[in-house]
């Protein structure tokens, strides 16, 4: 996790929760003590509320039809999951918490508090700015994007890490694609005992997924006019050997 590149743009904590809010498939929701987690139940308003459908026997519901003014206190928790099989696949944790409301057979959350817990640590989002901002453009295609990339070019993954300081391969086992937006790519190294981020900035934000595959376009050309990484030489020296 001490493996670094020089500064890049990355996206601002509001973009990012609501990245991770667009792309979760699955939250748990605390509520008045009841605690229940779903699949597939949850779409998100333009403004960032939350649209939860239950059924009609969840004890979330009965919560919230019981509750003064209907309206429970209530605490949802996403889990930002690196599509490919990596060390620690957890990238990020989101916390919403607020009031549930019933709508039309569903329990609308309204947000106070946004919390949104990176590897850097926890951030407490302003309200306004995630109300304000948008998902990444690329985190509906993100999953498949990377699995498409580790499984069907591991050459180009290979030949991604020429760009990555020679200290940041060091003790290398195994470099994957980790994490991509419209800024950059993210490769996870992994050491036997640790593994380490490495970005790789864009020369221009990508706002859909052409002009991602001609940005990855540009970092491979510059990959492949870099030297292959010693790091890299000597493990498959020692491998062939």
């Known amino acids: 996790m001490g493996d670094t590149q020089d500064w890049t743009a990355v996206p601002g904590a509001a973009e990012r929760a609501r990245s991770v809010?667009?792309?979760?498939?699955?939250?748990a929701v605390t509520a008045d003590g009841v605690r229940e987690e779903y699949v597939g139940a949850h779409s998100v308003t333009e403004d960032g509320e939350v649209r939860l459908t239950v059924p009609d026997d969840?004890?979330?519901?009965?919560?919230a039809l019981c509750a003064p003014r209907q309206e429970p206190s209530a605490l949802l928790e996403f889990a930002d999951v690196a599509p490919v099989p990596v060390r620690n696949r957890i990238r990020a944790r989101l916390w919403l918490s607020g009031w549930f409301a019933p709508s039309a057979g569903a329990l609308v959350l309204r947000p106070t508090r946004v919390v949104l817990r990176q590897s850097s640590g926890p951030v407490v989002v302003?309200?306004?700015?995630?109300?304000?901002?948008?998902?990444?453009?690329?985190?509906?295609?993100?999953?498949?994007?990377?699995?498409?990339?580790?499984?069907?070019?591991?050459?180009?993954?290979?030949?991604?890490?020429?760009?990555?300081?020679?200290?940041?391969?060091?003790?290398?086992t195994r470099v994957a694609p980790l994490a991509v937006d419209r800024h950059g790519l993210t490769l996870r190294i992994e050491r036997s005992?640790?593994?380490?981020?490495?970005?790789?900035?864009?020369?221009?934000?990508?706002?859909?997924?052409?002009?991602?595959?001609?940005?990855?376009?540009?970092?491979?050309?510059?990959?492949?006019?870099?030297a292959c990484p010693r790091a890299l030489q000597r493990q498959r020296a020692d491998g062939d050997g």
């Open 21 to 27: 809010l667009a792309a979760a498939w699955s939250c």
């Open 58 to 63: 969840s004890g979330l519901l009965a919560a």
């Open 126 to 172: 302003d309200l306004d700015e995630f109300t304000a901002a948008r998902p990444d453009p690329l985190a509906g295609a993100e999953s498949r994007l990377l699995t498409h990339l580790a499984d069907a070019h591991p050459d180009a993954v290979e030949r991604l890490t020429r760009l990555v300081r020679p200290e940041s391969l060091h003790a290398a």
């Open 193 to 226: 005992r640790a593994h380490g981020d490495v970005r790789l900035p864009f020369h221009t934000p990508a706002d859909d997924v052409a002009q991602l595959t001609e940005r990855m376009h540009v970092l491979l050309a510059q990959a492949s006019a870099a």
